[in-house]
Each structure stands twice: as structure tokens, then as C-alpha cells.
């Protein structure tokens, strides 16, 4: 897929349609990302995300959810407290 639009931080959407909300913990990873960056989608077993974005490129991974689905608060603290 290729960004279609991330100027909302959090939010990034695909040349597909889809929006998708980069999990608090991942957004640096997303500065490197530039519109010609192919990200895959792939299912997550974490317990606060549902899919990952995996960078073509450089196989950096970032968890996200659908832009319409709310983070369940309590997981994402523990998330970012366990780093």
C-alpha cells in the first residue's frame, strides 16, 4: 500500500482507502516515512493492536488499528510502561 495522506500524526491513509491509527508508542517510527514508502498490512497477536504495518524497505513494524476504533487506555499504558 502507499500513503495516500499522514498529516494527522496518528493517523495515516492508504492509497486504498483504509485509515488506520499508529499506536502512541510507534510514532517516531513513522518520521522516516515519506509518500513513496510501501507498507504491508499484516494481522497482530498483540493484545492492543489488531494489525501492524510493516515498512517494505526497512521491515520497521508500527501496531495500528482501524481509525474508527478507540485504544483500549488501559493496555496502552501498560504497553508503553513495559517500553
Known amino acids: 500500500m502507499k500513503i495516500q495522506a499522514h498529516a494527522e500524526s496518528h493517523v495515516v491513509e492508504f492509497d486504498d482507502g483504509s485509515r488506520w491509527q499508529i499506536f502512541p508508542g510507534d510514532l517516531a517510527i513513522t518520521l522516516s516515512w515519506k509518500p513513496e514508502t510501501t507498507l504491508h498490512l499484516e ?5 492492543v493492536t489488531s494489525h501492524v504495518l510493516v ?3 526497512d521491515r520497521s513494524r508500527v501496531r495500528v488499528i482501524a481509525a474508527t476504533e478507540t485504544w483500549p487506555a488501559g493496555d496502552v499504558k501498560d ?3 513495559d517500553g
Do not use: C, G, Q, V
Not at 43 to 47: F, M
Open 43 to 47: 494481522p497482530s497477536r498483540d493484545r
Open 55 to 57: 515498512n517494505a524497505t
Open 79 to 81: 504497553a508503553l510502561k
